[in-house]
C-alpha cells in the first residue's frame, strides 16, 4: 500500500484568493453606489501604465535634439555627447565643450596641456663611504 498516492494530485489556487477579493470589492462598490470611485480607480491605473510610455517617447524626443555626434578636433575620433555639456575625448584626454554643430576645444587651438609634476631633491651632496 503505497501512503503518497495523496501527495501526487495537488491544485494550486494561490493567486485566484487575491483575484476574488479584487473582483469582490469591486462589485460591492458597485452595488452600493460607490461606481465613482472604482471609475477613479481605473483611471489612475490607466496613468501608472500610460506613465512610463510617455516617459520614454519624452525621452527620445529630447535625446533627439540635444545628443550631438561628431569628431574631436584633435584626434578625429567619433564621440557622442550633450548638447552644452563639457566632456573629455576618451581618445586623446582633450577637454572639449559640446556644441550643436559639433565639438570644440575648451582652450585655444595650438595650447598644447601639460602635467607639471614637482620633484624635491635633497641639497646635501651624498659621500661615497670609503672617504
Known amino acids: 500500500m503505497n501512503q503518497n498516492n495523496f501527495n501526487q494530485v495537488r491544485v494550486n489556487f494561490s493567486g485566484l484568493g487575491c483575484w476574488l477579493t479584487l473582483i469582490g470589492v469591486v462589485w460591492l462598490l458597485g452595488a452600493v453606489g ?4 472604482v ?10 501604465l500610460a506613465a512610463p510610455v ?3 517617447i519624452g525621452l527620445r524626443f529630447w535625446l533627439r535634439r540635444n545628443l550631438v555626434q ?11 555627447g550633450i548638447k552644452g555639456a563639457d566632456t573629455r575625448c576618451l581618445n586623446c584626454g582633450t ?4 556644441e550643436i554643430d559639433g ?3 575648451v582652450t585655444e587651438a595650438g595650447t598644447i596641456d601639460v602635467n607639471a ?7 646635501k ?3 661615497p663611504e670609503g672617504d
Request: with cysteine.
Open 34 to 37: 460607490l461606481g465613482w470611485l
Open 39 to 48: 471609475k477613479s480607480l481605473a483611471v489612475l491605473v490607466v496613468l501608472l
Open 54 to 56: 510617455l516617459g520614454f
Open 70 to 80: 561628431g569628431p574631436c578636433p584633435v584626434c578625429s575620433t567619433t564621440m557622442t
Open 95 to 98: 577637454p572639449l565643450h559640446t
Open 103 to 105: 565639438f570644440s576645444r
Open 117 to 123: 609634476v614637482d620633484i624635491t631633491v635633497d641639497s
Open 125 to 127: 651632496p651624498v659621500l
